[in-house]
């Protein structure tokens, strides 16, 4: 069990400061949402740059002094996940280097897992053992994966059109899966309700602040990857805007206690139909509702839940939102896997087709160092893999077919 270094929680809306309380989610005050808060001068004193440079613990608990949680889930590991030079790609786009953060590679096959992980390990530190959500898929089966190594029950809400491998995450982890006929900001209300009415432990992302804990280790590890060096440029792909914030906090969090002296600027990239933080971002700041349409499932958002701190992480990192086509999105998916050997799904490729437009538009320098995160397996949509793949060539099982084919080629 490791010391909880939290002090508090702060709006991102209006900055009140509010006490940790078992089931507080968001501000008493605004309804924002909540950031947790660490006791940074205690941890610079207690925990040493070279602490992390001599750790042989390859998972997101390394990371134990600034996590809310007491415990750990040993088994599946965590994070860690592979940085993967991509030369190729870098060329392409005439980029001096690109590097592929691959979590896709996590238990559950998303990034997903760093957060569940988090919310899953607070509910235990309160006392609950069961454990409820709303997904786009990703979330949800990062739930049910750890909740089965920890014994937590899951009551998960899902839009029914989820991705099939998804749900059958889903339900061979052993979730209570309730496949709503809906929207995923249906799927989000029903369960916000199913809290209020049954005192069910929440994890819904943005809501929970524990998720935003979770998902910012991801930029601890692109800098220990790096070997300190900070990159230039993080492409995120975004819907909630939980995982901007997250990656944002982690750089801030490194650089307060020391350990580098900059941060890298963030590119938001979001689907044309689902976009309610890129153009918030580029307008007056606040979010406003959209359809929530793209073939990107994990990034069909209408309404997204945390969308203010997600503005603030663009803004505050000087860096800049864009949209992307779904035709651009399914094209993603072969470029990323041919040029770089990382099989996205569509949201997760969403930041190659985003750092490409950008690029196009002369928004990123040549001589950056970018990363581009990989957010969930391309194994996860099989069926939007195949509406680029093609077809295999189908052949009678008879060898004279061989000759037709191939002789003399
Ligand atoms: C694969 C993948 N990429 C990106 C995202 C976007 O994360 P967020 O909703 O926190 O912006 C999600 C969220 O479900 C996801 O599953
Ligand atoms: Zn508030």
New binding site residues.
Partial sequence: MSTVNTVGLCCVLCQKKAQIQDTLYVCPACGGNLSVQYDMDRIRRTWPRKDLDESRDFTHWRYAPLLPVRGRIDDPPVGWTPLVNAPKLAQELGLKRLSIKDDGKNPSA???DRASSVALLRALDIGRDLVTGAS?G??ASATAVLAAALGVKTRIFVPKTAPRAKIAQLLTFGAQVLAVDGTYDQAFDLCLEATRRFGWYNRN?GYNPYTREGKKTVSFEILEQLDWQVPDLVVV????????SGVWKGFVEFQKLGFVDRTPRLLAVQAEGSAAIVKAAAGDGTIKAVDGNTVAD??S?SLPR?GDAAVQAIRESDGFGITVSDDAILAAIGEVARGSGVFG?P??VTSWAGLKAATARGLVKSEWHVVMLI??NGLKDVASAMKVAGEPTTIPADPAILDTLFAGR
Avoid: C, M, Y
């Fill in positions: 998303s990034f997903k786009t990703n979330a992302t792909p975004v819907g909630d805007g939980n995982i901007i994990s990034i958002v945390d799904e949201a997760a957010t969930g």
